[in-house]
């Protein structure tokens, strides 16, 4: 059997956003579709994410690399995590035929 690999969001928030709200229930609709693990940063608490992202709250992060910034629908999370699952599955291929040579 084929190991799950988890795709990791991490969404960029900050106390009182509303933007923020409206991106993690749109998160919370799609994460059962899909492996993931949400993990919720607050900008204002971690200097190295207040000095990258201070003005663009909410961000939402996908294996490490910004994805969406201030708004995200459920369509648009949808496809950029299909497109996150064939990019590995198409990583792992490469992998094992590279290592099979």
Do not use: S
């Amino acid at each position: 059997m084929t190991p799950v690999r988890l795709t990791l969001l991490t969404l960029v928030t900050r106390a009182g956003c509303h933007l923020c709200e409206e991106m993690a229930a749109v998160i919370e609709a799609v994460a059962g579709e899909f492996p993931v693990r949400l993990e919720t940063r607050n900008v204002d608490e971690d200097e190295g994410l207040r000095n990258r992202y201070a003005h663009e709250v909410p961000v939402l992060l996908i294996n490490g690399r910004k994805a969406f910034k201030y708004r995200v629908t459920v369509v648009e999370l949808r496809r950029r995590l299909r497109a996150e699952q064939r990019r590995f599955g198409h990583g792992a291929w490469r992998r094992l035929f590279d290592a099979a040579r």
